[in-house]
């Protein structure tokens, strides 16, 4: 009985401190924090959000407390600590619990009420590694005859250089929480294989526990699938939920991942780079066509989304639930089928080619065969994207439709022009001027392999005039011809040109200094259209 009133004195002081706390971090209007590091505004983003979502947690833990002080009669013995009866102990958390409540978590699956220890990992090898810009998540489950995940792991890991391990985060989540010897298994095998990515915080591994799932033997059977499908469709939404409810915190992004699949080296920077580049609203970014491989989305919306699935987690499989979702969030009833189509591709974005391959033969349910390949994987893409300094762009060239120069400066497709002539110019300005490390520009694409500038130098212009001694030392190692050079602009230096194969890149003299505009100077017309298909302009970091 002791114990009992020590539970409803400390249960009452935390619901009163946490209203408390809620109160000053409430009062007042919201301040809206902007950052030009997209990571960083990304991140105020987010911790804004939590902020707003932190009265709803409040009311969850008032409902949990409220329920475990009703199950059991109310006595009349005194609370020594706070002088108040067990009736007015519960009768004042009833009134704090009285108010309009948002469903949370507990709405949708009752079970968990009164049981936090449900709604953290049952094991976990981790080191609490957190702000990173990507975590990846990889649900995994026991297979007849063959699994995956070793070989996902490795190419996952492969693909990611020094910088990029620093800024990833990968989380595998062994879903086989009434097995305690497989998951017992599938550690010991990513501890004998990748110890030094678990060490490093790289990689991590949790198993949820048992009684964070319903009874899942009792479902309604929908659609004509058998009751085998539907508690695996069933699970599987419960699955995905827990994994991205745990990840979420830990980047600024999560990716959805599946256990049997490969990736394209370098496949972290192009995701990041396509994220930070999308200027308008987006839901999900696509990496792969297949499934739910290589599916981005922003941590701050992972909340919503996963509520969604919970609502229905019983009723229909993941992707139609994903396409659910999209439908109730930009889709006008009063449209045809064919503009709410065009409004969920304007929030759900493709990137191509591909970078996840999927290798998968036997799949996850019971005797279900998937021989499921991305066309796409492996393909050269038409257009590469890099992250470049902000710019004023100009230029003399004819655009053909929508593949503008901006569009290709940030890497949302390539430039492409009618007929160069004989001085046309495209001007990269920047303002301030900065200090430029390497250049590069690759014309021409796979579709259109001829389509390349000829007879094309890159200048660059500096806001303060350079020695002759240098601009001649600079000049020569350019390897212009006369020509080239005596028709460079007024007041630019020659610095470059295209090659052969319709490639310019090379480094800028740390001796140049600031650099006010870089110039592509076409010197002779050409009957090919043009593409520019890759621009870098890397900026140096003294």
């Not at 994994?243 to 080296?265: H, I, N, T």
């Not at 021409?444 to 392999?449: I, K, L, Q, R, V």
């Not at 650099?515 to 017309?525: G, Q, S």
Request: charged share 25%.
């Amino acid at each position: 009985m002791r114990l009992r009133k020590k539970v409803v004195a400390v249960g009452l002081g935390l619901v009163l401190a946490t209203a408390l706390v809620l109160l000053l971090a409430t009062t007042g209007q919201d301040v809206t924090l902007t950052s030009e590091d997209p990571l960083l505004e990304h991140q105020l983003q987010d911790l804004q959000e939590r902020l707003h979502k932190s009265e709803n947690l409040n009311r969850q833990r008032e409902d949990a407390l409220f329920a475990l002080l009703s199950r059991n009669p109310p006595v009349e013995d005194s609370v020594s600590d706070t002088n108040l009866s067990r009736n007015d102990v519960v009768s004042n958390i009833a009134k704090l619990a009285s108010g309009l409540q948002v469903p949370g978590i507990h709405s949708y699956l009752p079970h968990l009420t009164g049981h936090p220890e449900y709604l953290r990992p049952a094991t976990s090898l981790s080191q609490g590694v957190s702000g990173v810009s990507i975590v990846i998540g990889i649900p995994t489950i026991k297979r007849d005859k063959a699994s995956y995940l070793t070989q996902t792991l490795s190419s996952l890991i492969a693909g990611l250089n020094e910088e990029e391990i620093k800024d990833c985060l990968i989380v595998v989540f062994i879903a086989e929480p009434w097995d305690t010897k497989y998951p017992a298994e599938v550690i010991a095998t990513i501890q004998e294989k990748f110890q030094s990515s678990l060490d490093s915080g790289l990689l991590e591994v949790i198993v949820p526990p048992a009684g964070f799932y319903p009874d899942l033997n009792n479902l309604k059977e929908t659609f004509g699938d058998p009751k085998e499908r539907v508690k695996w469709r069933t699970k599987q939404n419960l699955d995905y939920a827990f994994l991205m409810l745990y990840a979420r915190p830990k980047a600024v992004y999560y990716v959805q991942m599946e256990d049997d699949v490969v990736a394209k080296p370098g496949y972290l920077t192009i995701m990041k780079t396509f994220a930070i580049q999308q200027k308008e609203e987006w839901i999900m970014l696509e990496f792969s066509v297949l499934g739910f491989i290589g599916k981005m989305f922003k941590s701050s919306d992972v909340p919503m989304i996963v509520e969604f699935f919970l609502m229905f987690h019983a009723d229909k499989p993941i992707d139609w639930l994903m396409d659910h979702f999209l439908w109730v969030k930009v889709c006008n009833p009063e449209k045809d089928a064919k503009h709410c189509q065009r409004m969920i591709q304007s929030v759900r974005r493709r990137f191509k080619p591909s970078l996840f391959q999927h290798i998968g033969v036997e799949s996850s349910l019971r005797g279900k065969v998937q021989k499921l390949k991305d066309r796409d994987f492996g393909k050269a893409g038409l257009y590469r994207a890099h992250v470049n300094p902000a710019v004023q762009l100009a230029s003399s060239l004819k655009t053909y439709q929508k593949f503008t120069l901006s569009k290709a400066y940030v890497g949302e497709t390539f430039f492409w022009a009618s007929n160069p002539s004989k001085g046309d110019l495209i001007d990269f300005k920047y303002t301030p001027p900065i200090h430029v490390e390497m250049y590069l520009f690759r014309s021409g694409n796979m579709d259109h392999p001829g389509d390349v500038f000829h007879n094309t130098t890159i200048e660059i212009l500096t806001p303060e005039e350079v020695s002759d001694t240098v601009r001649q030392r600079i000049i020569s190692r350019a390897g212009l011809s006369q020509a080239e050079i005596q028709n460079t602009s007024n007041g630019f230096i020659p610095i470059g040109k295209f090659n052969d194969d319709g490639l310019a890149q090379g480094e800028v003299p740390d001796e140049v200094g600031l650099v006010d505009t870089i110039r592509i100077h076409v010197h002779e017309p050409s009957d090919a259209w043009v593409i520019l298909s890759e621009i870098m302009i890397q900026e140096s970091k003294r």
